[in-house]
């Protein structure tokens, strides 16, 4: 089983609380706008790259992501 906290295969290893800028920034952007695409959770790809989940959820934004709603039950109407 792979680790969960290991960067993913080909996401570049990422220092910890260091800016990401340009074209670095862009480069993210697009691979975890892929893997967000592809199904992943904002909180699997901040664990992956070890960056926060505000980060992610920023970066994904504007790179221009669709986000998906969140998960979990829905409360049904009080008159149901």
């Known amino acids: 089983m792979a680790d969960s906290n290991a960067p993913a295969e080909g996401t570049a290893e990422l220092a910890k609380g260091k800016r990401i800028t340009g074209g670095d920034r862009s ?3 697009d691979e975890l706008r892929k893997r967000y695409d592809g199904g992943e959770s904002i909180r699997l790809l901040a664990a992956s790259t070890g960056r926060s989940y505000g980060f992610v959820h920023r970066l994904l934004s504007e790179s221009g992501a669709t986000l998906r709603s969140r998960g979990g ?3 049904s109407s009080a008159g149901s």
């Open 27 to 29: 480069t993210l952007a």
């Open 73 to 75: 039950a829905n409360r």
